[in-house]
């Protein structure tokens, strides 16, 4: 990338927060293990307590409601190869430095790449979401299910709407599993389930009732839930 390339870059440059930053980095490894030729920067991490880290992001994730960077870091001392990785509370971040930023100055660049964390999602977005993704489901189990969500019990704000789409996506993952999966799991699930309904709630869990099967939903509110589909899984076991 050549001066005039790399000026005209920064003068589009969309700003991002760094935790949004950090998302992104994490898509673009997802890109690069789905055998995408993407070029994977290396970054720096700076914490609260003054310490710094280098690496490449590998995931960034929310297991029990707490958004964790795991960073691979290449430079461990006296060690070869360097397999070493770092797991780091996001909120623990105050700056991410991108070493040789040129090198993806595209995906830098490129709005539909920003993270989640930036979408603008309102209620109507999340209906088509859930129309567009049940109609699929339907027709690939050849089902005439139905799915809502209990609104009043939503969360106010823009996070809670974004994690439903997700949380909506594995609810229909796990179902579907489970109709894969277990000798009787697709009559089970034909037979006995009829509705779906998604409420917030502040544990986890499912209940079954006259063809109604209800999800409990926590953390909609987080800043980023990452839906635990293997315990949405063994909760909607359990109800059957």
Not at 12 to 40: C, E, F, H, I, W
Request: charged share 25%; with cysteine.
């Amino acid at each position: 990338m050549n001066p005039n390339e790399w000026n005209s870059l920064l003068a589009t440059l969309p700003v991002r927060t760094v935790n949004s930053m950090l998302n992104d980095l994490a898509m673009l490894r997802g890109q690069y293990n789905a055998g995408r030729k993407v070029a994977l920067p290396l970054v720096q991490i700076a914490l609260t307590s003054g310490q710094m880290f280098e690496g490449y992001v590998v995931a960034v994730d929310s297991p029990r409601n707490e958004e964790t960077l795991v960073l691979h870091s290449p430079r461990g001392e006296h060690r070869h190869p360097q397999k070493d990785l770092i797991y780091v509370r996001t909120s623990a971040i105050v700056s991410v430095t991108i070493l040789d930023a040129h090198t993806i100055g595209k995906f830098l660049n490129d709005k539909a790449n920003i993270s989640a964390e930036q979408e603008v999602v309102t209620k109507i977005d999340v209906k088509r979401f859930i129309a567009q993704y049940l109609d699929d489901f339907n027709t690939l189990k050849h089902l005439k299910l139905n799915c809502d969500v209990d609104w009043d019990t939503l969360p106010q704000g823009a996070s809670a709407l974004r994690n439903l789409k997700d949380e909506v996506a594995a609810v229909l993952d796990a179902l579907g599993e489970i109709m894969d999966e277990e000798d009787t799991g697709y009559e089970t699930i034909t037979k006995s389930v009829k509705n779906v309904i998604l409420k917030a709630h502040s544990q986890s869990g499912a209940a079954l009732k006259k063809g109604v099967l209800t999800i409990l939903c926590p953390y909609l509110d987080a800043p980023r839930r990452i839906s635990d589909r293997e315990s949405i899984k063994r909760s909607i076991e359990d109800a059957l």
